[in-house]
Nanobody
Framework: QVQFLESGGTEVQPGGSLRLSCTAT????????MGWFRQAPGEERQKVAC??????????YYANSVRGRFTISRDNSKDAVYLQMSSVKPEDTAMYYC??????????????????WGQGTLVTVSS
């Protein structure tokens, strides 16, 4: 059974940092590109960052809104993907989810979750 378990969300002040983690089970993690998505109240889910299963900076995508502030990484030995968030802003407040996506490069990544959604982890940026 495919499962994603996201963690690390918390309340943080503007300008602060935090690290989200996602562990995956039930599929061949090392063969999938992975992405982080977020959904703010009343808004549609949007892509934040993606990383291909192959290494290389040209295989990592960031949304314009987070480029230069967030860093995505993965550890295939742990079936885990991470999102390091720095210089956070109130508009980063959202539920964050990880997902398996079709591809990732520096220009774009898959729009759809190929497998299933986890419960997400809540990030609140507030002073």
């Amino acid at each position: 059974q495919v499962q994603f378990l996201e963690s690390g969300g918390t309340e943080v002040q503007p300008g602060g940092s935090l690290r989200l983690s996602c562990t995956a089970t039930g599929f061949s993690f090392e063969h999938y590109a992975m992405g982080w998505f977020r959904q703010a109240p009343g808004e549609e889910r949007q892509k934040v960052a993606c990383i291909d299963y192959r290494t290389g900076a040209d295989r990592i995508y960031y949304a314009n809104s987070v480029r230069g502030r967030f860093t995505i990484s993965r550890d295939n030995s742990k079936d885990a993907v991470y999102l390091q968030m720095s210089s956070v802003k109130p508009e980063d407040t959202a539920m964050y989810y990880c997902a398996a996506v079709a591809y990732s490069n520096q220009y774009s990544c898959g729009d759809n979750n190929l497998l299933t959604w986890g419960q997400g982890t809540l990030v609140t940026v507030s002073s």
